[in-house]
């Protein structure tokens, strides 16, 4: 039964909301189900979004403030406005870039004109053997990302945490390493920091063991 109970545990687990001692057993469980870790990346997009979302409410603001009455008054004319000013197109690229946020390829963004070119960095930790590489192109809501990661001492549970340079922390996507499996993982996925506002990447386990760490220093 209790299976049954950490198979329904998975959304509140993406999303944050369970407490740290349930947290703790989840990741457990984790380690075991790789259905599970499956569906915690798959949240990944509907997380970041809440997260976005979060940051752009003013902290006076209730999350669930209803708008007032003329707000979409004041929408319309806003939209008007920008696009007698040629900024239409701006509006419906932003609004295409939050809808696939976690599957377009960073290639595809960088050929519509999507911001900077895409930055890589790679890095191998000498002690635990793992090789990553992470692609971010920043984008007007945060960042886009590509990692690739290669690690034979599966099986477990792992996740990447991106560090920014205020010392905020954003875990960004989470995966499961087959048993004895060196072959590349690619996984997309996007953060709400810029890239300019990140200090390094990290990659964990689920209990929080450092696997390897990409440094932004001398990049851009």
């Not at 970041?48 to 707000?71: D, E, F, I, N």
């Not at 793992?130 to 920043?138: F, G, K, P, S």
């Not at 990302?145 to 989470?174: F, N, Q, W, Y």
Request: charge should be neutral; proline fraction near 5%.
């Amino acid at each position: 039964m209790r299976s049954l109970e950490r198979h329904r545990d998975v959304g509140a687990y993406a999303l944050g909301v369970l407490d740290e001692a349930e947290a703790f057993r989840f990741e457990d469980h984790l380690m075991e189900c790789p259905s599970c870790a499956v569906q915690v990346t798959e949240f990944g997009a509907a997380t970041r979004q809440l997260m976005l979302y979060r940051s752009a409410t003013p902290r006076p603001v209730h999350p669930l403030a209803k708008p007032g009455p003329r707000m979409l008054d004041r929408l319309l004319s806003e939209v008007k406005a920008r696009s007698r000013t040629g900024r239409r197109r701006l509006l419906l690229a932003l609004a295409a870039s939050v809808v696939i946020a976690v599957t377009a390829p960073l290639a595809a963004v960088t050929a519509r004109g999507g911001g900077a070119a895409p930055v890589s960095i790679a890095a191998t930790d000498e002690l635990s053997g793992v090789w990553a590489e992470v692609t971010t192109a920043d984008e007007a809501w945060g960042s886009r990302m590509e990692l690739k990661v290669k690690d034979g001492a599966g099986p477990r549970a792992c996740r990447l945490v991106v560090i920014g340079r205020d010392g905020s922390e954003e875990t960004v996507t989470s995966w499961t390493v087959p048993r004895h499996d060196a072959r590349p993982n690619t996984m997309l996925s996007g953060s709400a920091m810029h890239a300019d506002e990140i200090a390094r990447y990290e990659v964990r386990t689920a209990e929080g063991e450092h696997l390897v760490t990409l440094d932004t220093a001398g990049t851009g």
